[in-house]
């Protein structure tokens, strides 16, 4: 049974793709600008990393092999050295022959600077080859805080045979940074003395043993075998008066306890007592932490040895005399063969990137030109859109943008005109009669003042609601609709125009039932009423009239089931019609069908400050249809126009 269903995969087996799988993959594998770089680029460097591994792995191995270990063992041997000299000077200012005789046996050029960057000392004296800091330095030569992975062996060893204090404090220390520690000519042979006593009498009890002198000067016992601690306390020899402090360490044990109290008090701990050996006991009732007596220690340490020993200096190890020929086998058929491979890469690579390259610059000439064209103002600037690759796109993208910018443009345009129609009208009533008191013709009695407060709180509304124009021609403006006296709001909407009318000859009548109420948003309705109003006033002639007028229109709908119907299943209804009319000069028949579009004038060569910006009836209708309602106008080009605004009267209608 064949299957029906449009996207059916092949199935197993049968080795084919379904038709859309097979069309979706040959549409981005034609048309996607990207994986067409990408495969181009990885065709390049397929090419270049293979010709490059193939000549480096064939020339290079060597020199993998034998620079590395030598190196090693270059740098920690002259790290060695210059640590050693920095835990036995108090600076560098003699430390240039040494550098030279490590340059001269390392075979490299070797440079001490300081970590500011001024030069301290230069194997290489050939001013000729100035020296060029790497990113990178060799290591930091300091005596207080040793770098264990350069040091090497004898470093190491040397710290694990130290047990007097200077040397036990903590490993970051050179064990050869003594400083006031080291032991004056008469104690050392004192003490040499006694440990050779000692090491004889150990060999009488068949405790094979040595004396082995520290950096200090200080002697100490080795008992022969792993456990030389155990051994020595095992004997019956005195081994502890080697532990004694001798005059020329008083001060200086004395001066490192008392940096100690002081970092322990500030840690708020007991003291200690320490020994020569590096031992300490405490002072206080409660013993204060290991690792608080520790760490105090070794900064206590670091600070009593920072005036014996050179300050930190940083090291490079160059190796300018040696070049890659020292192992490169450059003969001439793999000189040949290395010039012959990057010439084809080269080629290859120009080749390609050129023809790529081509192809994306055309077009996004095409658009940098366009984007210019734009920035100028040329808002309608479009550009061909050819193909469906990313460029493509682009393209379409930038049209759709231009198309947009243009739109808003517009859009722009409209709103300050719409700002500029709808505040002219109660800014002009305001001055109207603020220069009519002025000038003593009306009184600034309470019904002006609220008329202008009135006045002023619509045009505060208006600037606020200017935004929302655009939701009411969405159908999205919100209202607040109420119970509104529509002779009560006539006649405010007269008060308000009244010093207009009067300026230009021109006299309001109002004609409207008393009982007449209409359920709308009452600043809304005013504004309309205002409108039709201004346009009216504007359009009459001096002598003329402009009339309001309220009527009530009633009809009878059928509505079964509906809860509020009268007994007989029907429910009364109606409509509040506002009219504004005037004997003003009239609309031709032609025009009419126009006079609700936005920026629609009756008089094409009206300027904007006599004619206004043709937005007041725009305006008048989107409100009308906001409250349910519609607004219609009559003619007659001579006689008059007469404008009608018909509304629900029922706060039942919908919304």
Known sequence: MTSTLPCAETAPGTGTQSPRRSRFTATLRQRSLLIRLLAVSALVSVCSITATAWVVLNTTAVVLGKERGQALADDARIYDTLMGWAATHPDWSAVGPTVEQLGRRAGHRVVLTTEDGRMLADSDVDTAHPFQPPHDATATVNPLATDIGLSGGTTSDAQAATTDAQA????????????????????????????????????QEGIPSHVEVLPSGRPRVVAAGADN????????????????????????????????????????????????????????????????????????????????????AVLFVASHGRTATTFFDLSAANRLRIAGWAAAVLVITVTVTSLAGFRLVKPLRVLTTAAIRMEGGELSTRVPVRGQDEIAR????????????????????????????????????????LEAVEDGIARPDADLVASLLGQALQLQHIIDDLRDLAAAEAGELRLSPVPVQVDDLLSTVVRAAKATADAQGVTLRLTADPSTVVDADPVRLRQMVDNLVSNAVRHTPAGGTVTLGAS????????????????????????????????????????????????????????RQSGGSGLGLAIVRRLAEAHGGTVTVLSTPGEGTAVTLRLPSEAGRAK
């Open 168 to 203: 036990t404090t903590t490993t970051a220390i050179d064990p050869r940074a003594v400083g006031p520690f080291r032991l004056s000519a008469k104690d050392g042979q004192y003490l040499n003395g006694i440990a050779h006593r000692l090491t004889r009498c150990l060999q």
């Open 394 to 433: 682009l393209s379409a993208a930038f049209n759709a943008m231009s198309e947009r910018r243009e739109q808003l443009e517009t859009v722009r345009r409209a709103m300050t005109n719409d700002i500029a129609h709808e505040l002219r009208t109660p800014v002009s009533n305001l001055r109207g009669w």
């Open 552 to 607: 009530v229109e009633r009809r009878e709908e059928s509505l079964p089931g509906d809860l509020r119907a009268a007994p007989d299943g029907r429910r009364r209804s109606g409509f509040v019609l506002l009219t504004v009319s005037d004997t003003g000069c009239g609309i031709p028949a032609e025009e009419l069908p126009h006079v609700f579009d936005r920026f629609w004038r009756s008089e094409k060569s009206r300027n």
């Open 229 to 312: 601690g155990g051994a020595l306390r095992a004997s019956l020899c005195p081994v502890e008066v080697l532990d004694a402090p001798v005059a020329s360490e008083n001060a200086a044990l004395s001066t490192l306890n008392g940096l100690v109290d002081s970092c322990l008090r500030g840690r708020g701990v007991g003291a200690v007592r320490l020994t020569i050996t590096g031992a300490w006991t405490q002072r206080t009732r409660t013993p204060p932490p290991a690792s608080s007596v520790a760490s105090c220690l070794a900064t206590s340490r670091a600070q009593q040895l920072a005036p014996y020993v050179a300050p930190a």
